[in-house]
């Protein structure tokens, strides 16, 4: 073999060899990772102390329920078809408002929880759900 001379088996490498860089690299994370926490310096400082009371704002739920027959209770008390509205009217204009939680029996007509919702949205609530059972699944 002569030295101008290239074989054929022989071809020049054109890519990088990456494992000397990772290897360089984790060493140096390692090194970061260790000194790192020795590096934080901390200044202590006296600081004043206040009092701090959390203010709850937190809007109470009112509960609306419909039984079977159709009669509305307001937070478990029977109140009049036509004393709903005032009812509703007085806490929309609370502030926060409250939500309204409306359980409706599974036995009374639709209608009776439609005006309900068609009242609370009238007066301005904006928070309504229903709470119904957990039931097995099917």
Do not use: C
Request: hydrophobic share 45%.
């Amino acid at each position: 073999m002569a030295f101008g001379t290239q074989d054929d088996t022989s071809e020049v490498m054109n890519e990088i060899n990456m494992t000397p860089l990772v290897d360089v690299m984790l060493v140096l994370l390692i090194v970061f990772i260790i000194t790192v926490p020795v590096m934080k310096h901390a200044v202590n400082i006296d600081l004043p102390r206040a009092q701090n009371h959390a203010q709850d704002t937190r809007p109470h739920t009112v509960r609306l329920g419909v039984d079977a027959q159709g009669a509305y209770y307001w937070n478990e008390s029977r109140v009049a078809d036509e004393d709903l509205d005032e009812l509703l009217q007085a806490e929309a204009i609370k502030d926060p408002q409250p939500e309204l939680h409306i359980r409706g029996d599974k036995a009374v007509r639709y209608e009776k929880v439609a005006r309900a919702m068609a009242a609370a949205q009238r007066v301005g609530l904006r928070k309504i759900g229903f709470i119904t059972e957990p039931g097995a699944p099917r």
